[in-house]
C-alpha cells in the first residue's frame, strides 16, 4: 500500500539549494543578490527569506538569531570572498522562533515566494524564485493566537506633539480597538502605565527631547523612534478620512491636532509594517479629560492590579478576581481595573449588570455555560480582515454565533433588563443565515491555514467532490499498481512511497534493487539502505492525482475567500457582537465573585466623603483563605475629617489597610461590588 517516505528534513531544500549555488566560483548566486536587495530594503530586521521549507536567515542576522534561538549556525555560498552564515527554522512551525525574537526585542521582516519554482525555472536554470517580504512583524502588530496572551491586550501606541500639547493614541490591531486622549503636562507616565503598550512610536524630533525622553526611560524598550514626517496632523486627518470614507473626522469627536498626528501615525505604521493592508480598526474614541480615574505608574504598580512587584500575574489583583469565562471578557476586566470610571451614572449601568446576574443565579449560570462555548471571535475576525486568517477562525465564529440564539432566549426572558444588559442583548444581533452558511461549508478536521486544504465539507459543492472522487481514485490505482509489481517482481518488500521533493516513487531494499532493472522501472536515487524507481505508468497516474488535486486545492482556496468576503462584509456587526459577549461575559463573572466573597454592592455620588464599613483586602484575604480570617476594618474620610495618622510596629497591617482601600475604590468605579 502507498505510504508517505519520511526522510530525514534537510537544512535545505533541494530547490531551494539549486538557488543558492552559484553559476560560477566568482560571482554570488542570483538568490544571495535578491536577499541583499531585500534586506537593504529592511535594514532594521531580522529577515526571514522563504527558501522551499525553510525561512532561512544570511549574515549578520543568522548570527543574530542563532543566538537569540539557540539553534545552529551553518554557512553555504560565499560572498565577497568570504562564506555565509546561514540559519533557518521550518516554515510550519516558524511561530515559535518568531515569538522568542519578538521577546528578545527583534523586528522580524517575512519574505515569502510570490511565484511557483517551476516558472522561475522556465527564465533559466539559476533564476531566483520571484520574493516579496508580505509583513513586518513587530511587539505591536501582533495577531497570532501563538504569540498573544488571549487575556490581554497588545497595544500599539502613538505620542505625537503639535503645537505644545500632547496627544496620545493606541490600538490593537487584533482585536479592532482604537482610542485617542489629550494628555495634560506630567500625565504621559500614568497614562502609559495604564495601556502598558507592547510598542510605543515617537517621532525621533521628540526623542531628542532630553526631559521627554526621561519620561519614556521605563519605556524605552518598547520604543520605535520614526520620523517626525509621519506625525503630521494634516497628513493624519487625510489618513483617518481616507480609512473610514468620510469627509471629516467631526462625526468621530472633537479631535485635537495633537490627537489626529498620534492616530494618523497609528495607521501609518500599521499599513507599512502590513504592506498595505489594514485590520478592521473601530472608530476611534475620544476618551475625554477626566472620565478615568488616572493612576500614577508608582501606585499602579505597587497595588498590583494585574502584576505583582516581582512581574508575575499569580496573587495580583485581577487574578485574584477574575471568573470570566471567555478571552475577550478577561481583556475588558484588564481594561476595567485599569481605568475605572468616574462618572456616578456609568459606574450604575456597570453595577445594574451585575445586580441583575447576583440576582438571578439561573440566568448568570447558563449564560456563563453558554460563553464557555464561545471562542475569540474578536481576534479571529482580525485575522480574517487582515488576509491571514485560516479555516480554524471561520470555524471560531460559526461556534461563537450558534450560541447566540441561547443567550439571546435566556435574556429575553427577563422582565426588567438593565440599560447595559439590553444593550448587549440588541448587539448580538442575529446571525442566522452566515452560521448556517459557515456550518454548510466547513468539514470537522480544520487545518491552520487554507493553503492546507480538505476543509471544505463533502457535499458543499459538487465540483470539488468531483476532483476529490478523482485525486482518491487515483490513489486507490496506485495501491493497486503496487500489489501488482510485487507480484510481478516476486519483490513482496516493494512499496509505492511519496514525499514532497520527488513526488511517487517505488522503492526497494538495496539487495533486492537488481530484480528491478531493466526497461520497465527506471532508476531515480540510490540511498543508504534503499534504491528508488519509477515507471512511464507510476508517472501518468502522479500527474493525474496532482493536477486533481491542484485544481481541488485551487477550488477549495476560492471557496475560502467567498467564505471569507462574507464574514467580512459584515465585519461591524460581528463586531458588535463580540463587545457585548464580553461586557456580558464580565458582567456575569463579577456577580458570581460577589456571591462567592459576599461582595457588597457600593454606592457612588459626586461628593468627597469615602466611607467603608467592614472592608476586607480583596487580595490578602483570599491569600489567607477560610482558616486564616481576614478581619474586616472601617476607614471613614469626610470632608470634616480628611486626616488619618496610621501608626503601629513594623508588619502590623498599615500598608495593607491603605492599600486595602484603594482597592476597594478603584473596584467601585471599575463598576465592581466590593
Given at each position: 500500500?502507498m505510504?508517505?517516505?519520511?526522510?530525514?528534513?534537510p537544512?535545505?531544500?533541494?530547490?531551494?539549494?539549486?538557488?543558492?549555488?552559484?553559476?560560477?566560483?566568482?560571482?554570488?548566486?542570483p538568490v544571495v543578490?535578491?536577499?541583499?536587495?531585500?534586506?537593504?530594503?529592511?535594514?532594521?530586521?531580522?529577515?526571514?527569506?522563504?527558501?522551499?521549507?525553510?525561512?532561512?536567515?544570511?549574515f549578520?542576522?543568522?548570527?543574530?538569531?542563532?543566538a537569540?534561538?539557540d539553534?545552529?549556525?551553518t554557512?553555504?555560498?560565499?560572498?565577497?570572498?568570504?562564506?555565509?552564515p546561514m540559519?533557518?527554522?521550518?516554515?510550519r512551525?516558524h511561530?515559535?522562533?518568531l515569538?522568542?525574537?519578538?521577546?528578545s526585542g527583534?523586528?522580524v521582516?517575512?519574505?515569502?515566494?510570490?511565484?511557483?519554482?517551476?516558472?522561475?525555472r522556465?527564465?533559466g536554470?539559476?533564476?531566483p524564485?520571484?520574493?516579496a517580504?508580505?509583513?513586518?512583524?513587530?511587539?505591536?502588530?501582533?495577531?497570532?493566537?501563538?504569540?498573544?496572551?488571549?487575556?490581554?491586550?497588545?497595544?500599539?501606541?502613538?505620542v505625537?506633539?503639535v503645537q505644545?500639547?500632547?496627544?496620545l493614541a493606541?490600538?490593537?490591531?487584533s482585536t479592532?480597538?482604537?482610542?485617542?486622549?489629550?494628555?495634560?503636562g506630567?500625565?504621559?507616565?500614568?497614562?502609559?502605565?495604564?495601556?502598558?503598550?507592547g510598542?510605543?512610536?515617537?517621532?525621533?524630533?521628540?526623542m531628542q527631547d532630553?526631559g521627554f525622553y526621561?519620561?519614556l526611560?521605563?519605556?524605552?524598550?518598547?520604543?520605535?523612534p520614526?520620523?517626525a514626517?509621519r506625525?503630521?496632523?494634516g497628513?493624519g486627518?487625510?489618513?483617518?478620512?481616507?480609512l473610514?470614507?468620510?469627509?471629516t473626522?467631526?462625526?468621530?469627536?472633537a479631535?485635537?491636532?495633537a490627537?489626529?498626528?498620534?492616530?494618523?501615525?497609528?495607521?501609518?505604521?500599521?499599513?507599512?509594517?502590513q504592506?498595505g493592508?489594514l485590520?478592521r480598526l473601530?472608530?476611534?474614541?475620544?476618551?475625554?479629560?477626566?472620565?478615568?480615574?488616572?493612576?500614577?505608574?508608582?501606585?499602579?504598580?505597587?497595588?498590583?492590579?494585574?502584576?505583582?512587584?516581582?512581574?508575575?500575574?499569580?496573587?495580583?489583583l485581577?487574578?485574584?478576581i477574575?471568573?470570566?469565562m471567555?478571552?475577550?471578557?478577561?481583556?475588558?476586566?484588564?481594561?476595567?481595573?485599569g481605568?475605572?470610571?468616574?462618572?456616578?451614572?456609568?459606574?450604575?449601568?456597570?453595577?445594574?449588570?451585575?445586580?441583575?446576574f447576583?440576582?438571578?443565579?439561573?440566568?448568570?449560570?447558563?449564560?456563563r455555560?453558554?460563553?464557555r462555548?464561545c471562542?475569540?471571535?474578536?481576534?479571529?475576525?482580525?485575522?480574517?480582515?487582515?488576509?491571514?486568517?485560516?479555516?480554524?477562525?471561520?470555524?471560531?465564529?460559526?461556534i461563537?454565533?450558534t450560541?447566540?440564539?441561547?443567550l439571546?432566549?435566556?435574556?429575553?426572558?427577563?422582565?426588567m433588563?438593565?440599560?447595559?444588559?439590553q444593550?448587549c442583548l440588541?448587539?448580538?444581533?442575529?446571525?442566522?443565515?452566515?452560521?448556517?452558511?459557515?456550518?454548510?461549508?466547513l468539514?470537522?478536521?480544520l487545518?491552520?491555514a487554507?493553503?492546507?486544504?480538505?476543509f471544505i465539507?463533502?457535499?458543499?459543492d459538487?465540483?470539488?467532490?468531483?476532483?476529490?472522487?478523482?485525486?482518491a481514485?487515483?490513489?486507490?490505482?496506485?495501491?493497486?499498481?503496487?500489489?501488482?509489481?510485487?507480484r510481478?517482481?516476486?519483490?513482496p518488500?516493494?512499496k509505492?512511497?511519496h514525499?514532497?521533493?520527488?513526488?511517487?516513487?517505488i522503492?526497494?531494499s538495496?539487495?533486492?534493487?537488481?530484480?528491478?532493472?531493466?526497461?520497465l522501472?527506471?532508476?531515480?536515487?540510490?540511498?543508504?539502505?534503499?534504491?528508488r524507481?519509477?515507471t512511464?505508468e507510476?508517472?501518468e497516474?502522479?500527474?493525474?492525482?496532482?493536477?486533481?488535486g491542484?485544481?481541488?486545492l485551487?477550488?477549495?482556496?476560492?471557496?475560502?475567500?467567498?467564505?471569507?468576503?462574507?464574514?467580512?462584509?459584515?465585519?461591524e456587526e460581528?463586531?458588535?457582537?463580540?463587545?457585548?459577549?464580553?461586557?456580558l461575559?464580565?458582567?456575569?463573572?463579577?456577580a458570581?465573585?460577589?456571591v462567592e466573597?459576599?461582595y457588597?454592592?457600593?454606592?457612588l455620588?459626586r461628593s468627597?466623603?469615602?466611607?467603608i464599613q467592614?472592608?476586607?483586602?480583596p487580595?490578602v484575604?483570599t491569600?489567607?483563605?477560610?482558616?486564616?480570617?481576614?478581619?474586616?476594618?472601617d476607614c471613614v474620610?469626610?470632608?470634616?475629617?480628611?486626616?488619618w495618622?496610621?501608626t503601629?510596629?513594623?508588619?502590623?497591617?498599615?500598608?495593607?489597610f491603605?492599600r486595602?482601600?484603594?482597592?476597594?475604590?478603584?473596584l467601585a468605579?471599575?463598576?465592581?461590588f466590593?
Amino acid at each position: 500500500m502507498m505510504t508517505e517516505a519520511h526522510d530525514p528534513p534537510p537544512i535545505i531544500s533541494a530547490e531551494a539549494a539549486g538557488e543558492m549555488d552559484a553559476a560560477d566560483g566568482k560571482a554570488p548566486p542570483p538568490v544571495v543578490s535578491q536577499y541583499l536587495s531585500i534586506k537593504q530594503e529592511h535594514p532594521d530586521c531580522l529577515l526571514f527569506y522563504r527558501l522551499g521549507d525553510f525561512y532561512e536567515l544570511f549574515f549578520d542576522d543568522a548570527v543574530q538569531a542563532s543566538a537569540a534561538l539557540d539553534i545552529v549556525l551553518t554557512r553555504r555560498g560565499r560572498h565577497l570572498g568570504q562564506d555565509i552564515p546561514m540559519c533557518g527554522v521550518p516554515v510550519r512551525s516558524h511561530a515559535s522562533y518568531l515569538s522568542k525574537l519578538i521577546r528578545s526585542g527583534f523586528k522580524v521582516a517575512v519574505c515569502e515566494q510570490m511565484e511557483d519554482p517551476a516558472a522561475a525555472r522556465k527564465r533559466g536554470s539559476k533564476s531566483p524564485v520571484e520574493r516579496a517580504v508580505v509583513r513586518v512583524v513587530t511587539s505591536g502588530t501582533l495577531i497570532e493566537d501563538e504569540l498573544l496572551d488571549a487575556r490581554s491586550n497588545n497595544f500599539l501606541a502613538a505620542v505625537a506633539l503639535v503645537q505644545g500639547q500632547l496627544g496620545l493614541a493606541w490600538v490593537d490591531i487584533s482585536t479592532g480597538d482604537f482610542q485617542v486622549q489629550g494628555v495634560p503636562g506630567g500625565g504621559l507616565a500614568a497614562a502609559l502605565a495604564r495601556l502598558a503598550p507592547g510598542e510605543l512610536l515617537i517621532s525621533d524630533r521628540l526623542m531628542q527631547d532630553p526631559g521627554f525622553y526621561e519620561t519614556l526611560a521605563e519605556w524605552k524598550s518598547v520604543v520605535t523612534p520614526l520620523p517626525a514626517s509621519r506625525f503630521d496632523s494634516g497628513s493624519g486627518a487625510s489618513r483617518l478620512e481616507a480609512l473610514y470614507e468620510v469627509k471629516t473626522l467631526d462625526a468621530f469627536g472633537a479631535f485635537d491636532r495633537a490627537e489626529i498626528a498620534a492616530a494618523g501615525a497609528l495607521v501609518d505604521y500599521i499599513e507599512l509594517t502590513q504592506k498595505g493592508r489594514l485590520p478592521r480598526l473601530c472608530q476611534p474614541r475620544r476618551l475625554a479629560p477626566g472620565a478615568v480615574m488616572e493612576i500614577d505608574a508608582a501606585t499602579r504598580r505597587n497595588l498590583e492590579l494585574t502584576e505583582t512587584l516581582t512581574g508575575g500575574t499569580r496573587g495580583s489583583l485581577r487574578a485574584v478576581i477574575d471568573r470570566t469565562m471567555t478571552g475577550a471578557g478577561a481583556r475588558l476586566l484588564t481594561l476595567t481595573l485599569g481605568a475605572p470610571l468616574t462618572d456616578p451614572e456609568a459606574i450604575g449601568q456597570r453595577l445594574d449588570a451585575v445586580q441583575f446576574f447576583v440576582d438571578l443565579e439561573p440566568v448568570r449560570t447558563t449564560v456563563r455555560e453558554t460563553l464557555r462555548r464561545c471562542p475569540d471571535i474578536e481576534r479571529a475576525l482580525s485575522r480574517l480582515t487582515l488576509g491571514r486568517g485560516g479555516p480554524r477562525d471561520l470555524a471560531a465564529i460559526r461556534i461563537a454565533l450558534t450560541q447566540i440564539p441561547t443567550l439571546r432566549q435566556t435574556l429575553a426572558g427577563s422582565a426588567m433588563l438593565p440599560l447595559l444588559v439590553q444593550g448587549c442583548l440588541d448587539d448580538l444581533g442575529h446571525h442566522e443565515i452566515l452560521c448556517d452558511r459557515l456550518e454548510r461549508a466547513l468539514g470537522p478536521e480544520l487545518p491552520l491555514a487554507a493553503r492546507d486544504g480538505n476543509f471544505i465539507a463533502k457535499g458543499y459543492d459538487p465540483a470539488l467532490d468531483e476532483l476529490r472522487q478523482a485525486e482518491a481514485e487515483g490513489r486507490r490505482l496506485i495501491a493497486g499498481l503496487e500489489a501488482r509489481y510485487a507480484r510481478e517482481t516476486a519483490v513482496p518488500g516493494l512499496k509505492i512511497r511519496h514525499n514532497n521533493v520527488i513526488g511517487y516513487f517505488i522503492e526497494v531494499s538495496a539487495k533486492l534493487a537488481d530484480k528491478l532493472l531493466g526497461n520497465l522501472f527506471i532508476h531515480r536515487q540510490t540511498m543508504a539502505t534503499a534504491v528508488r524507481f519509477t515507471t512511464v505508468e507510476l508517472s501518468e497516474l502522479e500527474s493525474r492525482i496532482r493536477g486533481a488535486g491542484a485544481r481541488a486545492l485551487a477550488l477549495e482556496l476560492e471557496l475560502f475567500e467567498h467564505l471569507v468576503g462574507e464574514v467580512t462584509g459584515r465585519a461591524e456587526e460581528l463586531a458588535a457582537t463580540a463587545r457585548a459577549l464580553a461586557k456580558l461575559d464580565l458582567a456575569a463573572a463579577l456577580a458570581l465573585l460577589a456571591v462567592e466573597k459576599d461582595y457588597r454592592r457600593p454606592i457612588l455620588d459626586r461628593s468627597m466623603e469615602f466611607d467603608i464599613q467592614g472592608g476586607r483586602h480583596p487580595v490578602v484575604e483570599t491569600a489567607l483563605g477560610s482558616a486564616g480570617g481576614f478581619v474586616a476594618n472601617d476607614c471613614v474620610l469626610a470632608p470634616d475629617g480628611r486626616l488619618w495618622l496610621l501608626t503601629g510596629p513594623n508588619m502590623a497591617g498599615k500598608s495593607t489597610f491603605l492599600r486595602q482601600n484603594a482597592l476597594i475604590a478603584i473596584l467601585a468605579q471599575a463598576g465592581s461590588f466590593v
